[in-house]
T-cell receptor, first 114, second 113 residues
């Protein structure tokens, strides 16, 4: 079974631009969560999607948005990029997104904002 | 106060020793607790989960949970150099039975041969 796939692996953008990151969960997994990882803040929860609906949200500004498609694939968008958005963005999937479930992480997208 | 707190370390132990990693959390209603391991340049992977008070053992790993004290710990017995990694404590704070896993900053463990 293929793991969680994130594309692209690396991205370089400039301030003010927008970016879209993609995540394909493990086949059969319906929950997708997104995290931002930086050396200073660690892993921070962005949002969680299940059946095309955002069920949980972290404390990020509205510039960060996401969506999930009917095949459970998810995209994350960041508009009006700031230097502080430079980070590793990790996507994780699980079967139903229940509280006890294990998360399977992708390899991440490394975003650099210049 | 952060929702999940860990000492960032590094925690250095000699090979064969017991490594003790600690974590506190602020949400009293949390019911699910996890330890993930992250090697440098890699993604986190689950090593232990615990849901009720007490100890849970899996091989060389023991997770301990004390909900009254809002405290979770991970013991690694017979530490090996391959255990050198960052250990992330995670607590589920989602509403109902949904997933919203909040991670601590992580504790870096160094096992010296």
């Amino acid at each position: 079974k293929a793991g969680v796939t994130q594309t692209p692996r690396y991205l370089i953008k400039t301030r003010g631009q927008q970016v879209t990151l993609s995540c394909s969960p493990i086949s059969g997994h319906r929950s997708v969560s997104w995290y931002q990882q930086t050396p200073g803040q660690g892993l921070q929860f962005l949002f969680e999607y299940f059946s095309e609906t955002q069920r949980n949200k972290g404390n990020f500004p509205g510039r960060f948005s996401g969506r999930q498609f009917s095949n459970s694939r998810s995209e994350m968008n960041v508009s009006t990029l700031e230097l502080g958005d430079s980070a590793l963005y990790l996507c994780a999937s699980s079967l139903q997104g229940t509280a006890n479930e294990k998360l399977f992480f992708g390899s991440g997208t490394q975003l650099s904002v210049l | 106060q952060k929702e999940v707190e860990q000492n960032s370390g590094p925690l250095s132990v000699p090979e064969g020793a017991i490594a003790s990693l600690n974590c506190t959390y602020s949400d009293r209603v949390s019911q699910s607790f996890f330890w993930y391991r992250q090697y440098s340049g890699k993604s986190p992977e689950l090593i232990m989960s615990i849901y009720s008070n007490g100890d849970k053992e899996d091989g060389r790993f023991t997770a301990q949970l004390n909900k009254a004290s809002q405290y979770v710990s991970l013991l690694i017995r017979d530490s090996q150099p391959s255990d050198s990694a960052t250990y992330l404590c995670a607590v589920n704070t989602g509403s109902g039975n949904t997933g919203k896993l909040i991670f601590g900053q992580g504790t870096t463990l160094q096992v010296k041969p």
